[in-house]
């Protein structure tokens, strides 16, 4: 990983056409579209993320990249994006995009919840919450207007649901509930994405669909961030990979990191040093005793030591 | 009062004849009901409905605490400026303290409203027993907080419960994209820098705002109900979110109407209560009859589902028997020798599959017969369908393929056909599985069917 060129702000591209658009398109900077420095991320104060760095391959050559995001459960895959989306406050460290701080980067990120996380049952149709990736750039009073709802119909016919627009959501298969999240962040036409396993539990031709359309988001010049729990097709569907357990264990283009000796690194052994300090941290019972007896052998007697295993932790209310 | 007199003096109160303090009282109510209704939706979609409850019931302790200080102040305790606006601050600290209590590690958030309900709830209770004490609380008519009684408004409060149903469904009019999107999907709204603080914030005060307005009339136990009860009604009748908050926003107005005109006519009654009580009835309604997700609705749904399904296995079964017999699936001795129970040919009778011959023979008519055959290749087709592609045995597949033969399509049947490499609709494909057809016992059908066709 090459250290970032530090902070470069918008203003670095002198050939942008100074008008108001200019603010929003982040223009053939150097800068990449996603920059994590430092972060650390804790759940009552037990860190889940640890210090962790990352730059999103550039995609000032006009070529985006599609990002795989692969590690254990509890590896801190979702939090990492959660984190970069300001949804989970950072315990340390900063994020940027395109050079620049979350508030001013808003409107050129886009974001694929799990699918799990809503209530397919609320009383709207699969057209209006396609039209939702279009409230950014609408004001806060402002109905969503004619032009949203074509812009709307537009996105699902690019992920083949046109025809169901009118379903209420709760009536659409799964596969069909994840290509109508596909089309509200198309919506948002936005130049960075983070998606949150958009390929979980869905069917053979909705993956294909998903697939192509994030090629097409990458040939368009499009950076998406893919957490991602198949491993098999990694190197099918993704031009990169961040293997992430707690920490970034590697990153990189999937030829190069995606080897059986960091998998190994991510799946394998786990550092359970490291699990039973942030036990302690979070003042969980007996942790701090077993982190001195962790290189005795395992008692064969008595209670298995659980505090190898990580400790459950109680994610923040949103 | 004769039963008559009382109905005469409803209709005059629901025709707003009542009056000018009836009239009133009924027009402020529905807006106040309107409002509540409004909101509640998006309370309910939210999930808040606990919360709403909990900020209600936390005014009580605002409402006597207000009439102690005035009174101690030696104002007149009774002032309903005073008193609301001592439940407004109740409730903003009621509704303060479940969220600090949620963030506590071992309380979880149904545990935290709780919690605040009760105690706040008890303290009103008690500080409601030192305002009886003072000179002048026991007739303040502080009680009426409690269940409601529209009675006791005067036509100035009145104008108060409209100018803030306005105000929220204003809110709720300027607001609606953002409340509508904070509802469904919270974590979308924050990565999309979307005021989602502001927008839940605002259901949470525009629920203490109609909480507040509304105690005199509905009274803080049943304000709630109010809020919840139209929206959750109104959920069976629709799939779209503004169709919701507005068909939750009339039910909420008509039982308000209703409610505060019966409680006009019965003055003993609370107000609150039979609001409430109309509500409840408007919910059991759709319940029940809802086109869509109605009880009844799906009972019906269910049921001529069941008689589809029963209908094509007797079709089926008789041009199975034909095919056993070497017969025609029209002919009488198919009929018999399918052997049909009684429920099964009543089935077939009520979809008019079923003639009879001049001998009173039944006999499939000639459309039944061909459905029958259509059927019979629709199974015969998943099976083998299942026996080469899934690797069934004939004998599983036979089971498999009576359920699927019942999604009646005809893109699955091109499918099918394509999967399977038939060329055309070619002959009837043999079963895979013994059908076990047994021919007529009774000569008696086959003398008479020989009898029908000389």
Redesign the interface.
């Known amino acids: 990983m090459m250290t970032p060129t530090p902070n470069t702000t918008s203003k670095t591209t002198p050939n942008t056409t100074p008008n108001t658009t200019a603010n929003l398109n982040p223009g053939p900077s150097a800068a990449p579209p996603l920059s994590v420095r430092d972060v650390t991320v804790a759940y009552q104060r037990r860190p889940v993320l640890w210090d962790v760095d990352y730059d999103a391959p550039s995609s000032s050559t006009g070529k985006g990249s599609l990002v795989a995001i692969v590690g254990p459960n509890g590896a801190g895959k979702s939090t990492l994006i959660k984190a970069c989306l300001g949804l989970v406050p950072l315990a340390t460290g900063r994020v940027e995009f395109f050079g620049r701080p979350l508030k001013a980067a808003r409107r050129l990120i886009g974001y694929v919840p799990q699918r799990e996380s809503v209530d397919w049952e609320f009383p709207v149709s699969a057209a209006d919450v396609v039209a939702m990736g279009r409230y950014g750039r609408l004001g806060w009073f402002t109905p969503v207007g004619r032009a949203d709802k074509l812009a709307a119909l537009a996105c699902l016919e690019k992920v083949g649901i046109a025809d169901l627009a009118d379903r209420q959501i709760g009536q659409l298969s799964g596969g069909q509930q994840q290509r109508v999240f596909i089309a509200r962040a198309l919506a948002q036409e936005a130049r960075l994405y983070f998606m949150d396993e958009p390929f979980a539990g869905v069917d053979a031709a909705t993956e294909a669909t998903i697939v192509a359309v994030l090629r097409s988001l990458a040939d368009a010049g499009v950076t998406v961030m893919c957490v991602h729990h198949d491993l098999q097709s990694v190197p099918r569907w993704f031009d990169h990979v961040v293997l992430l357990n707690t920490r970034v264990i590697a990153a990189g283009p999937v030829a190069q990191v995606f080897t059986p000796e960091n998998l190994h690194l991510t799946y394998g052994p786990r550092l359970t040093l490291l699990e039973q300090a942030g036990s302690a941290l979070a003042g969980v019972e007996g942790a701090g005793v077993s982190v001195g007896l962790r290189s005795a052998p395992a008692p064969t007697t008595g209670h298995p030591t659980r505090s190898g295993e990580p400790t459950r932790t109680r994610e923040p209310t949103p | 009062m004769t039963l008559q007199q009382s109905a005469a003096q409803l209709l005059d109160v629901w025709l707003l004849r009542g009056g000018h303090t009836a009239t009133a009282v009924s027009l402020g109510s529905a807006l106040l009901g309107a409002s509540a209704g409004a909101i509640g939706a998006f309370a309910l979609?939210r999930r808040r409905a606990l919360i709403a409850d909990a900020i209600a019931h936390a005014t009580l302790p605002g409402v006597a605490a207000a009439f102690i200080v005035a009174a101690w102040l030696g104002a007149d305790g009774r002032s309903l400026p005073v008193l609301l606006t001592g439940a407004l601050i109740a409730g903003v600290l009621g509704g303060i303290t479940v969220q600090a209590l949620?963030r506590v590690?071992l309380l979880s958030?149904d545990g935290a409203m709780a919690s605040v309900l009760a105690v706040f709830f008890g303290a009103g209770v008690v500080l409601m027993s030192v305002v009886q004490t003072l000179p002048g609380g026991g007739q303040a008519g502080l009680k009426n907080f409690i269940f409601g009684q529209a009675a006791a408004i005067s036509t100035g409060e009145v104008m108060l419960a409209g100018a803030c149903a306005i105000t929220v469904l204003l809110g709720i009019a300027?607001?609606?994209?953002?409340l509508?999107?904070v509802?469904?999907?919270?974590?979308?709204a924050?990565?999309?820098?979307?005021?989602a603080l502001?927008a839940d914030g605002a259901i949470v005060a525009m629920l203490l705002l109609v909480s507040v307005v509304g105690l005199q009339m509905v009274g803080l136990v049943m304000i709630v109900a109010l809020q919840i009860i139209p929206a959750a009604a109104a959920?069976f009748w629709?799939?779209?979110?503004w169709?919701?908050v507005v068909i939750s926003a009339v039910i909420g107005a008509a039982s308000c109407y209703v409610g505060a005109g019966i409680s006009a006519v019965l003055p003993r009654t609370p107000t609150g209560a039979t609001i409430v009580l109309c509500a409840g009835a408007v919910l059991a309604l759709s319940l029940l009859a809802a086109p869509r997700y109605g009880v009844l609705a799906m009972g019906v749904r269910r049921a001529l589902w069941g008689l589809r399904v029963a209908r094509s296995h007797a079709l089926r079964r008789v041009a199975e028997c034909a095919e056993g017999l070497g017969a025609d699936a029209q002919s009488p001795e198919a009929f018999a020798a399918a052997g049909l129970t009684r429920p099964h040919r009543l089935v077939l009778r009520l979809f008019g599959d079923i003639r009879l011959t001049p001998s009173a023979l039944p006999v499939l008519r000639r459309v039944a017969a061909r459905r029958a055959l259509a059927l019979t290749r629709a199974h015969r087709w998943w099976e083998q369908y299942l026996v080469s592609h899934a690797r069934h045995d004939p004998a599983h597949a036979d089971l498999i393929a009576d359920v699927l033969e019942h999604a009646d399509n005809e893109e699955f049947m091109e499918q099918l056909q394509a999967e399977l490499g038939l060329q055309g609709a070619g002959p009837m494909p043999a079963s895979p599985h013994p059908l076990g057809v047994v021919a007529p016992k009774f000569n008696a059908v086959a003398e008479a069917a020989r009898a029908d066709r000389t």
């Open positions: 979609l949620s590690r958030e300027l607001l609606f994209k953002e509508g999107l509802c469904f999907d919270p974590g979308f924050r990565a999309a820098g979307r005021p502001l959920r629709t799939d779209r979110l169709l919701t």
